[in-house]
């Protein structure tokens, strides 16, 4: 089992960066394939950047494609979430999640085996 747990979020102007991290414990981290997932207000939640178990492959939603980027550092047990050029509809409360059946992360929620608590961004105009 692995706990999670974001830090980073908070409030930024349009255009503004924000630099999320997701520290995981327990088993071994470089087992899981890792996401980043977020849910709006009154929305369901969406897939937004995933990484491989190594690191070596990454994918991204469309709407984060050239201003979001996912990396991990498997040293530091941390996965984490660039987010550049921030636009208010990115205004989510933002999830990482481990996956530990696959080698590369999915866009499926159902795939991911353990969330963290979430954490805030908000995106002001």
């Known amino acids: 089992q692995v706990q999670l747990v974001e830090s980073g979020g908070g409030l930024v102007q349009a255009g503004g960066s924000l630099r999320l991290s997701c520290a995981a414990s327990?088993?071994?981290?470089?087992?899981?394939?890792m996401g980043w997932f977020r849910q709006a207000p009154g929305k369901e939640r969406e897939f937004v950047a995933g990484?491989?178990?190594?690191?070596?492959?990454?994918n991204y939603a469309d709407s984060v494609k050239g201003r979001f980027t996912i990396s991990r550092d498997n040293a530091k047990n941390t996965v984490y979430l660039q987010m550049n050029s921030l636009k208010p509809e990115d205004t989510a409360v933002y999830y990482c999640?481990?996956?530990?059946?696959?080698?590369?992360?999915?866009?499926?929620?159902?795939?991911?085996?353990?969330w963290g608590q979430g954490t805030q961004v908000t995106v002001s105009s």
């Open positions: 327990g088993r071994t981290f470089s087992t899981y394939a």
């Open positions: 990484i491989s178990r190594s690191g070596g492959v990454t």
């Open positions: 999640a481990a996956d530990s059946r696959r080698l590369r992360a999915t866009m499926n929620i159902p795939d991911y085996d353990y």
